[in-house]
């Protein structure tokens, strides 16, 4: 081959491995410096340069002394039929392995600043670990926790992802993307409305349960373009995208606002909101509403008033007219009678057990939770014998004097007396109604939103 043809392959199979031509050549240079190591009589070290122009090869070896410098300094760049077949055959495998450490290298950089960006793929496979989506020159891995619940990627179908990690590993780049991270709302929006775009609209604070409901805050840096029109779009148009995306998540927009009483009521829409009170150290809210409105700003099983807290970053506690009247005081009914913990289930991907997993990193198995649980009913019942006893004794005592016929007619004067009382008591009781406190207080992780709710 002369050094015309090898020019022109060097540059044809550089476009071929999206590469530069530099890069090419210093590929090169290793593969040959390896093969010029496997020829008979080889010095033990050797540098070799190329002539960019000509192509034009020359080998410089080198003799290691004693302690190691190079000594012996003298040309020896072989002829092409004297580097042999081993030779040959050592240049192949480096000249390979080479490229594909300098694709993995360029793939990494290409992604490696990518990440909190948003890409399309293609699902290739999926089980009960992860999914794969097909980005071009790279897979993509979606783990089962970054899936959204109850959505099944089908082969084929292309689906948008938020790419969270980039790792380097020695099969090349490992990218680890989402589905159910908030920001990949963001960057939805960012692709459907021009103005966020371009910053004239900013997306301010998100809070998203995936699968279910989704609540931004925006706000407009200019006072001429209305913040959640333009997220909507002309009849829903722009935000019925997003929601398409999301496989029919709801999305509710509120406007933002640095007025912390008025940002926690806007948050609560589609609920009206008669006052909010703010703490004195700005970490909770009390949120009075009309008592038709009361189901509504909580929503169903606590959704609403729970998105709303991430959005605004403080604690609501929600209470009706009602309740404010009969003395219910904020937050004191539910934090009373219901203790909550901290953590999540899990399906254990090996042995599809599902386990406990604390807020503190401990974890327990669905069977040990079932035997804690039993264990402490034990205990209570236990107790509660053990504290019954002396009564039980006490009632067993004959009431040994208790035998003339004067105390019988005194005992059933008694009980009707008792009979009496009772009846007389029943009416009472049947009109004393119970306040139930159907207050409740959202966990303070900051996000937000706005739309109609369907309670």
Known sequence: MSNLDMSEA??????????????????????????????PGAADEV??????????????????????????????????EELGRIAAQTFRQVMGQRIREVERDRKFEEYANREGDIVTGIIQQTDTRYTLLDLGRV???????????????????????????????????QIVVSRTHPGLIKRLFELEVPEIADGIVEIKACAREPG??????????????????????????????????????????????????????????????????????GTAADVIVPDHQLSLAIGREGQNARLSARLTGVRVDIRSETQVAEGVPAGGYLEEQVEYAEGEWRENAETGEMEWHAA??????????????????????????ADSEPAAEAAAEPAADDVSGDTDDAIGEDAGDDAG???????????????????????????????????
Request: aromatic share 4%.
């Open 360 to 385: 503190d990193g401990s974890v327990i198995s669905q069977a040990e939770w079932a035997e804690q649980n039993e264990d402490a009913e034990s205990d209570e019942g236990e107790a509660e014998t």
């Open 47 to 80: 540098v070799v340069e190329v002539n960019p122009t000509t192509m034009d090869f020359t080998f410089t070896a080198y003799d290691l002394d004693e302690d190691g410098n190079w000594v012996n300094e003298r040309d020896d760049t072989p002829k092409k």
């Open 212 to 281: 279910h409901r989704t609540k931004i805050a925006v706000l407009s840096n200019d006072h001429n373009v209305d913040p959640v029109g333009a997220c909507v779009g002309a009849r829903g148009a722009r935000v019925r995208m997003v929601v398409n995306e999301l496989r029919g998540e709801k999305i509710d927009i509120v406007p933002f606002s640095e007025d912390l009483a008025d940002f926690v009521a806007k948050a609560l829409s589609p609920a009206k909101v008669n006052q909010v009170n703010i703490s004195e150290d």
């Open 421 to 455: 009382d009772d009846a007389a008591a029943e009416p009472a009781d049947e009109s004393a109604t119970d306040a139930v406190d159907t207050e409740t207080s959202g966990e303070p992780d900051a996000a937000a939103s706005d739309g109609d709710d369907d309670d």
């Open 139 to 173: 897979e993509a891995l979606l783990p089962q926790a970054e899936q959204v619940p109850y959505e099944r990627p089908t082969p084929g179908d292309r689906s948008k992802a938020y790419i969270v990690e980039v790792r380097k590993t020695v099969k090349g780049p």
């Open 10 to 39: 060097i540059r044809l199979l550089a476009q071929e491995k999206a590469m530069s031509e530099e890069d090419l050549l210093h590929v090169l240079v290793d593969a040959l410096a390896s093969a010029y190591k496997r020829r």
